[in-house]
């Protein structure tokens, strides 16, 4: 089984990520259950805006969306920003649009059968809110959101240090990884027995 996570951090490497460190977290668990992870740091990307799944000359995303077609397990993590995703956040939910009109050699779209979750880091509150928007965005495109496939450290309101320089909340934010890198494997697994039906 192979998983890809998508960093969706705003730090360029080799800066310090805050949602990298708790995306590995889960991507640990996931390697502990045998699953072959890829990590992409979008920041270090050239990644074009639009909702093609090639935009042309230097265009990065080709290679993720390789990978992501190769994986059962998608895994999106995002700091939080004025209580809403990354912008890399949104750019990668805009270039996974195209897999809507993608569709295999079983007329099936491309992201049936595979699962995805969601790895949020912020000193700010709005967790819930960028689950909420990235899930949103992952079942239009085919993709199967597991029951606690989440796991998010944030301290609540107001400004605060980083995940990385408090150890406050993580023995939660980490169990709860955990988690839901057991949910991904299960949901996975249970969707390569009982594959979804081709739309009629």
Same mark, same amino acid.
């Given at each position: ?25 889960? !991507? ?14 979008? !920041? ?22 390789? !990978? ?133």
């Amino acid at each position: 089984m192979r998983a890809v996570v998508l960093n969706c951090t705003l730090k360029p490497s080799p800066q310090p990520s805050n949602t990298g460190a708790l995306a590995d977290v889960v !991507a640990g668990s996931l390697r502990g259950a045998g699953v072959e992870v890829t990590s992409y740091r979008l !920041a270090d990307l050239n990644l074009p805006p639009g909702v093609e799944t090639d935009m042309g000359d230097g265009d990065d995303w080709p290679t993720v969306h390789d !990978a992501i077609l190769a994986a059962e397990i998608l895994v999106v993590a995002s700091p939080t920003w004025v209580g809403r995703p990354s912008s890399l956040a949104q750019r990668a939910l805009e270039r996974l649009d195209a897999m809507m009109s993608e569709t295999g050699a079983d007329g099936r779209p491309v992201a049936y059968d595979k699962v995805a979750g969601v790895v949020v880091t912020g000193n700010e509150d709005g967790a819930h809110h960028v689950i909420s928007e990235i899930c949103g965005g992952l079942v239009d495109f085919g993709f199967t959101i597991p029951g606690q496939s989440w796991t998010y450290w944030h301290l609540g309101p107001g400004p605060g240090p980083d995940y990385l320089d408090e150890t406050k909340g993580h023995e939660w934010a980490h169990s709860t990884g955990r988690t839901m890198a057991a949910n991904l494997v299960a949901a996975a697994t249970a969707l390569a027995a009982s594959p979804l039906p081709k739309p009629s």
